[in-house]
């Protein structure tokens, strides 16, 4: 163990996270930041031509949301230079920003909008424009129950915010679980009353409008389907009322997933779908005419659908900005609709997130690559320029990073992290995504580093089941969740122990949520690893499927299968029922305000490990939901993961507090 290392846990927490959202608008670009050092709030912040980022909501105000637990879009910049946004605290939509003047001037419909201000005065502070419930009749409601809005859009031409809402009717007692009801709301920006669009399938994102405003197009889909398995890109009319008639399904089905669309006028959309396997941008046309893949080729321009808003691709005059490739690297192209090539960029980044905007020949996103964390880009396609408008991150030395290089063992994807300073087999820990329907990209992540410059290698595994390699590819899970991914994370490590890479009896395994559920899985299926840490883990399928929210209630008809027909197989794999088979110890964390995965999973498992005379720990982190977003409970988890990894390993962790494992 390398005690010299320069990158500290408070390096990580302030640097690791990453913008969401990202918008061009005029000649400013406006993004959402993540604060740790603030409670893990999100701001929204504005840079204009001068280059200096302002926040453009006050202090205090956190611009996230809970739409599908994992939240949507959560801010537009209006035209006037004001924004509406939803808070976390209450999830309302809230106008901020001074009163525009009456001689602001600017496009069509400015002095309507500026009107509209005057009648709604925000002041000193955001006005709410939601009101908790906003449903169109009275509906019971109790505790953080209630209405929640996200994947906000701005319809031209329109004084009115859309957005999904998704409000939760009262719980009819302890252990019982209700449906939310969602629907495609206008939420008029003088504080009106919330006017109800669409009303279709059970989830639905991404609606817009058409550019002659007479239809709406989202895309929705129901259960047991997650938004990867199968959508529907939906068309309806919108009558005098702005509200939408009788819809038609456009593209989609149950075996083809869209997960963006954008009009291209009145006549047709484009879509990104995969019809044949891999995630293409097509054509619709609304005549009936047959869809056209614009640029087929077998790469993903798209991924999984866990945020509603994702934008992979936009549009810039007639041109089309996407992002394309693996999770090893994605590139950032233009693509020409009529000629169907993709032209790429040239731009340091080696990996954009689904979050452009484009304006005229300026395109905005967030970019990463090996040695560079996750920043705010706009790229000139005229010139070429590129330019970081994100403030700035201190960075540890390049030499304190490690190298990553993508691998695959007998068909599994992976991207190496090697140990700073090792000179032969080094100890290694095993890398594991959530999702588990994702992927991870090979970037700088001073998590990862922060373990490599102490002399512990990473191996991050995109095991089957992960995006980004095509849906033949993700579809190696269905039905075989605990067994694929825990098969190919086995791979990995015994591929690194027989390539001399890894010490044999110091490999060990950790991930978050779905992630923590392979990694505890492979700790009571598997002889290989040393020990496990879990982050917010399933521990237990049967229970977490009756006990989890709505958006993945279903999820593991796909990954295990449909419940009762195939309870023996939730038995078979359950971590929680072969904790005597333990490998090694465990180390398990969890936010107590988690409600995607109840902490009460990670305790059944303790319990279990108790039980079967298996060492253990478990920590708790009062205020935190499904992942960690404050400073403090990143820089304690980290430091607790370390000890572990000096217990199980025998190494000296000096810089750390020492953590007790119960059962030693």
Same mark, same amino acid.
């Not at 452009?356 to 005229?382: H, I, Q």
């Not at 991150?393 to 990073?401: E, F, H, S, T, V």
């Not at 995607?596 to 478990?618: H, K, N, S």
């Given at each position: 163990?390398?005690?010299?290392?320069?990158?500290?846990?408070?390096?990580?927490?302030?640097?690791?996270?990453?913008?969401?959202?990202?918008?061009?608008?005029?000649?400013?670009?406006?993004?959402?930041?993540?604060?740790?050092?603030?409670?893990?709030?999100?701001?929204?912040?504005?840079?204009?031509?001068?280059g200096v980022p302002r926040d453009a909501i006050p202090a205090g105000w956190n611009s996230r949301n809970r739409l599908i637990e994992y939240g949507g879009r959560s801010w537009r910049p209006l035209p006037d230079g004001r924004i509406v946004f939803t808070n976390w605290s209450d999830q309302r939509v809230y106008l901020y920003g001074e009163r525009p003047g009456p001689a602001s001037g600017g496009g069509p419909g400015r002095a309507e909008r500026a009107e509209q201000a005057e009648r709604v005065a925000p002041g000193p502070g955001p006005t709410a424009l939601t009101t908790d419930p906003d449903g169109p009749e009275p509906i019971a409601l109790t505790g953080d129950d209630g209405a929640r809005y996200g994947d906000l859009y701005l319809p031209p031409g329109r004084d009115e915010v859309w957005a999904v809402r998704e409000i939760h009717p009262a719980q009819a007692g302890p252990g019982s679980r209700v449906t939310p009801r969602r629907d495609l709301?206008?939420?008029?920006?003088?504080?009106?009353?919330?006017?109800?669009?669409?009303?279709?399938?059970?989830?639905?994102?991404?609606?817009?409008?058409?550019?002659?405003?007479?239809?709406?197009?989202?895309?929705?889909?129901?259960?047991?389907?997650?938004?990867?398995?199968?959508?529907?890109?939906?068309?309806?009319?919108?009558?005098?009322?702005?509200?939408?008639?009788? *819809?038609?399904?456009?593209?989609?089905?149950?075996?083809?997933?869209?997960?963006?669309?954008?009009?291209?006028?009145?006549?047709?959309?484009?879509?990104?779908?995969?019809?044949?396997?891999?995630?293409?941008?097509?054509?619709?046309?609304?005549?009936?005419?047959?869809?056209?893949?614009?640029?087929?080729?077998?790469?993903?321009?798209?991924?999984?659908?866990?945020?509603?808003?994702?934008?992979?691709?936009?549009?810039?005059?007639?041109?089309?900005?996407?992002?394309?490739?693996?999770?090893?690297?994605?590139?950032?192209?233009?693509?020409?609709?009529?000629?169907?090539?993709?032209?790429?960029?040239?731009?340091?980044?080696?990996?954009?997130?689904?979050?452009?905007?484009?304006?005229?020949?300026?395109?905005?996103?967030?970019?990463?690559?090996? *040695?560079?964390?996750?920043?705010?880009?706009?790229?000139? =396609?005229?010139?070429?320029?590129?330019?970081?408008?994100?403030?700035?991150?201190?960075?540890?030395?390049?030499? +304190?990073?490690?190298?990553?290089?993508?691998?695959?063992?007998?068909?599994?994807? %992976?991207?190496?992290?090697?140990?700073?300073?090792?000179?032969?087999? #080094?100890? *290694?820990?095993?890398?594991?995504?959530?999702?588990?329907?994702?992927?991870?990209?090979?970037?700088?992540?001073?998590?990862?580093?922060?373990?490599?410059?102490?002399?512990?290698?990473?191996?991050?595994?995109?095991?089957?089941?992960?995006?980004?390699?095509?849906?033949?590819?993700?579809?190696? =899970?269905?039905?075989?969740?605990?067994?694929?991914?825990?098969?190919?994370?086995?791979?990995?490590?015994?591929?690194?122990?027989? #390539?001399?890479?890894?010490?044999?009896?110091?490999?060990?395994?950790?991930?978050?949520?779905?992630?923590?559920?392979?990694?505890?899985? +492979?700790?009571?299926?598997?002889?290989?690893?040393?020990? %496990?840490?879990?982050?917010?883990?399933?521990?237990?399928?049967?229970?977490?499927?009756?006990?989890?929210?709505?958006?993945?209630?279903?999820?593991?008809?796909?990954?295990?299968?449909?419940?009762?027909?195939?309870?023996?197989?939730?038995?078979?794999?359950?971590?929680?029922?072969?904790?005597?088979?333990?490998?090694?110890?465990?180390?398990?964390?969890?936010?107590?305000?988690?409600?995607?995965?109840?902490?009460?999973?990670?305790?059944?498992?303790?319990?279990?490990?108790?039980?079967?005379?298996?060492?253990?720990?478990?920590?708790?982190?009062?205020?935190?939901?499904?992942?960690?977003?404050?400073?403090?409970?990143?820089?304690?988890?980290?430091? +607790?993961?370390?000890?572990?990894?000096?217990?199980?390993?025998?190494?000296?962790?000096?810089?750390?507090?020492?953590?007790?494992?119960?059962?030693?």
């Amino acid at each position: 163990m390398l005690n010299d290392s320069p990158i500290r846990p408070v390096d990580v927490a302030r640097v690791d996270d990453r913008p969401l959202w990202v918008e061009i608008l005029g000649e400013e670009v406006w993004w959402d930041e993540p604060r740790p050092h603030e409670g893990g709030r999100r701001c929204v912040v504005r840079c204009g031509p001068d280059g200096v980022p302002r926040d453009a909501i006050p202090a205090g105000w956190n611009s996230r949301n809970r739409l599908i637990e994992y939240g949507g879009r959560s801010w537009r910049p209006l035209p006037d230079g004001r924004i509406v946004f939803t808070n976390w605290s209450d999830q309302r939509v809230y106008l901020y920003g001074e009163r525009p003047g009456p001689a602001s001037g600017g496009g069509p419909g400015r002095a309507e909008r500026a009107e509209q201000a005057e009648r709604v005065a925000p002041g000193p502070g955001p006005t709410a424009l939601t009101t908790d419930p906003d449903g169109p009749e009275p509906i019971a409601l109790t505790g953080d129950d209630g209405a929640r809005y996200g994947d906000l859009y701005l319809p031209p031409g329109r004084d009115e915010v859309w957005a999904v809402r998704e409000i939760h009717p009262a719980q009819a007692g302890p252990g019982s679980r209700v449906t939310p009801r969602r629907d495609l709301v206008a939420v008029p920006l003088d504080g009106g009353p919330v006017r109800v669009i669409v009303t279709a399938q059970h989830f639905l994102t991404n609606p817009r409008i058409s550019p002659g405003g007479t239809h709406v197009a989202w895309i929705g889909w129901d259960h047991p389907a997650m938004p990867w398995d199968g959508t529907e890109l939906c068309v309806a009319p919108l009558d005098a009322n702005g509200s939408a008639g009788p *819809y038609r399904v456009v593209a989609g089905g149950p075996d083809e997933s869209v997960i963006q669309a954008e009009w291209r006028d009145d006549g047709a959309l484009y879509a990104l779908t995969d019809p044949d396997g891999w995630w293409n941008l097509h054509l619709i046309p609304l005549d009936g005419s047959p869809a056209r893949d614009l640029a087929p080729r077998r790469e993903d321009c798209g991924d999984a659908l866990w945020r509603l808003g994702s934008t992979w691709f936009a549009l810039a005059g007639e041109r089309i900005v996407i992002v394309h490739g693996t999770p090893a690297h994605r590139r950032l192209g233009v693509l020409d609709p009529a000629g169907g090539e993709i032209v790429d960029v040239d731009t340091p980044a080696t990996y954009w997130n689904p979050t452009l905007s484009a304006s005229g020949d300026l395109v905005a996103g967030v970019a990463a690559s090996p *040695y560079t964390p996750f920043e705010v880009v706009s790229v000139d =396609l005229r010139t070429g320029a590129h330019a970081v408008l994100s403030a700035k991150k201190d960075l540890p030395p390049r030499d +304190a990073l490690p190298a990553p290089e993508a691998v695959t063992f007998d068909g599994v994807h %992976a991207h190496l992290h090697p140990p700073r300073g090792a000179t032969g087999p #080094a100890p *290694y820990v095993i890398f594991v995504h959530g999702g588990p329907t994702s992927a991870s990209p090979m970037v700088l992540d001073l998590e990862i580093a922060y373990f490599t410059s102490r002399g512990i290698g990473v191996a991050d595994v995109n095991y089957g089941g992960s995006t980004g390699y095509g849906r033949a590819y993700r579809e190696r =899970l269905r039905h075989r969740w605990g067994v694929v991914d825990v098969r190919d994370c086995e791979t990995v490590a015994r591929g690194l122990i027989a #390539a001399g890479r890894a010490h044999p009896s110091m490999v060990a395994i950790r991930g978050g949520s779905a992630g923590g559920w392979t990694s505890l899985a +492979a700790l009571v299926h598997s002889e290989v690893f040393r020990g %496990a840490v879990a982050h917010y883990a399933i521990t237990d399928p049967e229970s977490w499927a009756a006990e989890t929210h709505d958006f993945e209630s279903r999820y593991l008809d796909g990954l295990i299968g449909p419940l009762p027909e195939t309870r023996q197989r939730y038995l078979d794999r359950s971590p929680t029922l072969h904790a005597d088979r333990a490998s090694g110890p465990a180390l398990l964390m969890h936010g107590l305000e988690d409600v995607i995965v109840d902490p009460v999973q990670a305790e059944r498992f303790a319990a279990a490990l108790e039980r079967g005379g298996t060492p253990w720990a478990y920590l708790t982190f009062p205020g935190e939901q499904h992942g960690w977003r404050r400073e403090e409970t990143i820089v304690a988890a980290l430091e +607790a993961e370390l000890a572990f990894y000096g217990l199980i390993f025998g190494l000296p962790t000096p810089e750390v507090p020492p953590l007790t494992l119960r059962g030693l």
